[in-house]
């Protein structure tokens, strides 16, 4: 079992900063990649960035060049630094682990982002 504890989000005004934190504990030895989703309300959950244990990134077109993923602690926490923040970026944002063989199937609680001036 895989648990993930988030910390980060809140209120931004456009074209600011923002980091997210997430901590994983439990089995973490069985994580292959670490990243981020969020959920807008009436959407559909998108994938945002994300992590490999190697260290190879993946980001949504939307956020590319704008958020940037990292891992440190063992690879046991990851972070999303978000930059040039969008009204349009506003949404639940939900921490994620994958396992080896698997895709992402744990999730922490999710933390809100909200961008409005």
């Known amino acids: 079992q895989v648990q993930l504890v988030e910390s980060g989000g809140g209120l931004v005004q456009p074209g600011g900063s923002l980091r997210l934190s997430c901590v994983a504990s439990?089995?973490?030895?069985?994580?292959?990649?670490m990243g981020w989703y969020r959920q807008a309300p009436g959407k559909d959950r998108e994938f945002v960035a994300g992590?490999?244990?190697?260290?190879?990134?993946n980001y949504a077109e939307s956020v590319k060049g704008r958020f940037t993923v990292s891992r440190h602690n063992a690879n046991n926490t990851v972070y999303l630094q978000m930059t040039d923040l969008k009204p349009d970026d506003t949404a639940v944002y939900s921490c994620?682990?994958?396992?080896?063989?698997?895709?992402?199937?744990?999730w922490g609680q999710g933390t809100q982002v909200t961008v409005s001036s």
């Open positions: 994620a682990a994958a396992k080896w063989l698997a895709g992402y199937s744990y």
């Open positions: 439990g089995s973490t030895i069985s994580i292959a990649a």
């Open positions: 992590m490999t244990n190697a260290g190879d990134a």
